[in-house]
């Protein structure tokens, strides 16, 4: 099975960095259900690992496996636009919703 990778910059222990690695954990435990990683990075606490890594804003979420790398900068609350963003298909997840106009 498919491991996911994934790595959460942070800026401190805020409420913001607080709802991110919340709302991750939570979309993950869902969509991935155990299937996955994650690697909480606060770039207070690490600013070369920011650097190296580029990272600009927070939260930044990284997905490093399977590749292709893929990144979410700033909000993430809603599960749907994070796991296209993020190229992740899971069981319950498997094609996004397409909606069909007839002209």
């Given at each position: 099975m498919?491991?996911?990778?994934?790595?959460?910059y942070v800026t401190g222990k805020t409420?913001?960095?607080?709802?991110?690695?919340?709302n991750i954990t939570q979309i993950c435990e869902q969509e991935l259900q155990g299937d996955y990683d994650i690697t909480v990075v606060d770039v207070i606490e690490h600013p070369e690992i920011a650097e190296e890594q580029k990272i600009m804003a927070?939260?930044?979420?990284?997905?490093?496996?399977?590749?292709?790398?893929?990144?979410?900068?700033?909000?993430?609350?809603a599960t749907?636009?994070?796991?296209?963003?993020?190229?992740?298909?899971?069981?319950?997840?498997?094609?996004?919703?397409?909606?069909?106009?007839?002209?």
């Amino acid at each position: 099975m498919i491991k996911y990778k994934l790595t959460l910059y942070v800026t401190g222990k805020t409420a913001r960095s607080a709802a991110a690695i919340n709302n991750i954990t939570q979309i993950c435990e869902q969509e991935l259900q155990g299937d996955y990683d994650i690697t909480v990075v606060d770039v207070i606490e690490h600013p070369e690992i920011a650097e190296e890594q580029k990272i600009m804003a927070t939260p930044t979420l990284v997905k490093t496996k399977p590749e292709p790398s893929r990144r979410v900068i700033g909000d993430i609350n809603a599960t749907k636009p994070v796991l296209l963003n993020l190229d992740i298909v899971s069981e319950h997840n498997s094609a996004p919703d397409i909606e069909e106009v007839s002209l």
